[in-house]
């Protein structure tokens, strides 16, 4: 079975900074999707970035990007130039042939003004 | 992006009575969709996926007699909790996909209190 592990249960940056995010993945598929959700107090589910396991060229969307490291099975989340909405929990996830997506413990994420 | 919409948002039940939360795809079909529950400041936990036209599949542990789910059309599933007692009371969440979807598309959840 697919894990994904999470191992910061709380980061905090200061606004306008920069905060990479950390998330480690365990499976024996070649072909899967992993993404970043983001869950802001209204607790709705927002989609940040994903990434498809055959690509090998890191996603970008903004401020948002990722360091995939399919050998490693690591998929960080990188933060630029950090806002105040940015603050939410995040959540690492994956993707693979049932189709069933397995989600991480979650990081909170503090932004400082 | 793809719409899911969830109702209600918030309900309160007296203990032993049942529940109904549906989850609707407002602007694609969804051939399948999730059910989750989420307690405070946890991950999201999958009950269940269910298929349009067939049987909700459960993931281990989780009681199907108590979490009944339909998904009757490519638009709409139901999650009903019935006999509610107070330790059902939580956050849940439903995601959907299409057959041309790479991601999941949540609905706002509903947070349900059981009394």
């Known amino acids: 079975a697919q894990t994904v592990t999470q191992s910061q249960p709380e980061m905090s940056v200061q606004e306008a900074e920069t905060v990479t995010l950390s998330c480690t993945y365990d499976t024996s598929e070649s072909d899967y999707y992993l993404f970043w959700y983001k869950q802001p107090p209204s607790r709705q589910m927002i989609l940040v970035i994903r990434q498809e396991a055959y690509k090998q060229q890191n996603a970008t969307e903004n401020r948002f990007s990722v360091n995939f490291q399919k050998a490693a099975k690591s998929f960080s989340l990188k933060i630029s130039d950090s806002q105040l909405g940015d603050a939410a929990m995040y959540f690492c996830a994956y993707r693979g042939e049932g189709n069933k997506l397995v989600f991480g413990a979650g990081t909170i994420l503090r932004v400082k003004s | 992006g793809a719409v899911v919409s969830q109702h209600p948002s918030r309900v309160i039940c007296k203990s032993g009575t049942s529940v109904k939360i549906e989850c609707r795809s407002l602007d694609f079909q969804a051939t399948t969709m999730f059910w989750y529950r989420q307690f405070p400041k946890q991950s999201l936990m999958l009950m269940a996926t269910s298929n349009e036209g067939s049987k909700a599949t459960y993931e281990q542990g989780v009681e199907k007699d108590k979490f009944l789910i339909n998904h009757a059309s490519l638009t709409l599933s139901t999650l009903t909790v019935t006999s509610a007692h107070p330790e059902d009371s939580s956050f849940y969440i439903c995601?959907?996909?299409?057959?041309?979807?790479?991601?999941?598309?949540f609905g706002q959840g509903t947070r349900l209190t059981v009394v």
């Open positions: 995601s959907a996909s299409g057959q041309l979807h790479t991601e999941a598309f």
